[in-house]
């Protein structure tokens, strides 16, 4: 039978290529975003964050994107590397509350 | 720090029998919080405690879930009793202050 599930968005892209990976965010009361990166069998794992009181921040080979007015976040991977090759989600949270996951992006890496 | 520790990694059950899973935060970090895993739903949230009280359980699905943080340093959440449809990755966090969450690796359940 066919199998019912979260039809998650796929991102492919050549070893080496750059990826920008979306997100729309729905609570606009939000003030802390973080992108995830989770492999197969593992738990997501934390890629970079950001305030509110920012609209870019980098860290190696990655960086987040935020646009208040449109509720949208984006992750940009410099140079990408098949063992980028993942899911990532991106997460909000309101004053230090619990996280809301968005249903996550494929990334696969072809070198 | 070895990081956010639960267990089991696996737990092959039958449906009607009681599970527990456990979960030792970061030491020192005073948010904890309990998700549940699945192709259909995604990453949802069940419950989180601040400081050893439970601050939002809205999430939990039903009666049969329950979740404690005795000490700052153990959690559980038990299943009782357990459906197929309990079956799914649940995975525990912590962070501090609301910053720097970090997740284990997560407890696979199979309910047969």
């Known amino acids: 039978g066919e199998s019912v599930g979260l039809h998650l968005p796929t991102l492919s892209v050549q070893e080496g290529d750059n990826s920008i990976i979306n997100c729309a965010y729905s609570n606009s009361a939000s003030d802390y975003f973080i992108w995830y990166k989770q492999e197969s069998g593992k738990g997501p794992q934390f890629i970079i964050d950001i305030r509110s009181n920012m609209d870019k921040r980098q860290g190696q080979r990655v960086t987040v994107l935020l646009n208040k007015t449109v509720k949208h976040l984006s992750l940009q991977i410099a140079a990408t590397q098949p063992g980028d090759s993942a899911v990532y989600f991106c997460a909000e949270t309101e004053a230090g509350t619990a996280l809301i996951f968005g249903k996550g992006t494929t990334l696969s890496v072809s070198s | 720090d070895a990081g956010v520790i639960q267990s089991p990694r696996h737990e092959v059950t039958e449906m009607g029998q009681e599970v527990t899973l456990r979960c030792k935060p970061i030491s020192g970090h005073d948010y904890l919080f309990w998700y549940r895993q699945t192709m259909m739903r995604g990453l949802e949230l069940l419950i989180y405690?601040?400081?050893?009280?439970?601050?939002?359980d809205s999430g939990m699905p039903e009666d049969r879930f329950s979740a404690k943080m005795p000490n700052a340093s153990f959690s559980t959440l038990k299943i009782q009793p357990s459906e197929p449809r309990d079956s799914a990755v649940y995975f525990c966090?912590?962070?501090?202050?609301?910053?720097?969450?970090?997740f284990g690796s997560g407890t696979r359940l199979t309910v047969v």
């Open positions: 405690f601040n400081n050893n009280v439970p601050i939002d």
């Open positions: 966090a912590s962070s501090s202050l609301g910053d720097g969450y970090t």
